[in-house]
């Protein structure tokens, strides 16, 4: 069936590092993927989203490309702040139905 | 914008009590899902709803039952809690057709004693 996996973390950086977070899924067809943050005590937001192979989905300096090939959507920044400390989410949406499948999420904490 | 309110935010409860959470949307979305979260399994899919009295389960269904008597209204209720059940749940709705995302609500933290 479908899965996603995620890289482990935690993940701590300092304040202007280059973040990735590796995230490799499974799934027959063509999934959407997303990636999903979850600041604390709140619920899971979209960060970004591509629905077909070689989009490039981005937002707020975050950036992730579907690779078809490698069966990857690699989160991406290039200088991260203090307020990007959060868990992050992979998701994949099944192409047949309504079905989304998550990673088991990253948390990154970003240092002054 | 899509809204979701999920009800009680917080519950406290014993083994064995039934327990009922609510999730209410603002919109029509047809698609409907509850999640739980836990520490080392990101969300698991415990069931979703595809319309008003429509619903299937997913990964982890058993000791929850769900019910859509409503378009606006998705409720998760546990029969008999225990505390493998101690969690946090997350109500979801499927927004922007056929690519969309799922729109999540705040969470209800259940704790089951």
């Known amino acids: 069936g479908d899965s996603v996996t995620q890289m482990e973390g935690p993940v701590t950086l300092s304040e202007e590092a280059f973040l990735t977070i590796n995230c490799t899924y499974t799934a027959t067809g063509y999934p959407s993927l997303f990636w999903y943050v979850q600041y604390p005590g709140e619920g899971l937001q979209l960060l970004l989203k591509?629905?077909?192979?070689?989009d490039k989905g981005s937002n707020k300096g975050f950036e992730a490309t579907y690779r078809k090939e490698t069966t990857s959507f690699h989160l991406e920044k290039g200088s991260v702040q203090v307020s990007d400390s959060a868990v992050y989410f992979c998701?994949?949406?099944?192409?047949?139905?309504?079905?989304?499948?998550f990673g088991t999420g990253t948390s990154l904490t970003v240092i002054p | 914008d899509a809204g979701i309110t999920q009800s009680p935010r917080h519950k406290v409860t014993e083994t064995g009590t039934p327990v009922t959470l609510r999730c209410h949307q603002t919109?029509?979305?047809?698609?409907m899902y509850w999640y739980r979260q836990d520490p080392g399994h990101g969300l698991r899919l415990i069931h979703y709803?595809?319309?008003?009295?429509?619903?299937d389960k997913g990964e982890v269904s058993d000791g929850y039952s769900v019910s859509r008597s409503k378009t606006e209204d998705f409720l998760l209720t546990l029969e008999s809690a225990t505390s493998s059940q101690t969690s946090v749940y997350f109500c979801a709705i499927n927004v922007g057709g056929n690519t969309g995302e799922l729109f999540f609500g705040e969470g209800s933290r259940l704790t089951v004693l």
């Open positions: 919109e029509n979305h047809r698609y």
């Open positions: 998701a994949l949406r099944e192409n047949t139905g309504n079905q989304f499948y």
């Open positions: 591509a629905t077909k192979a070689d």
């Open positions: 709803s595809y319309g008003v009295k429509d619903t």
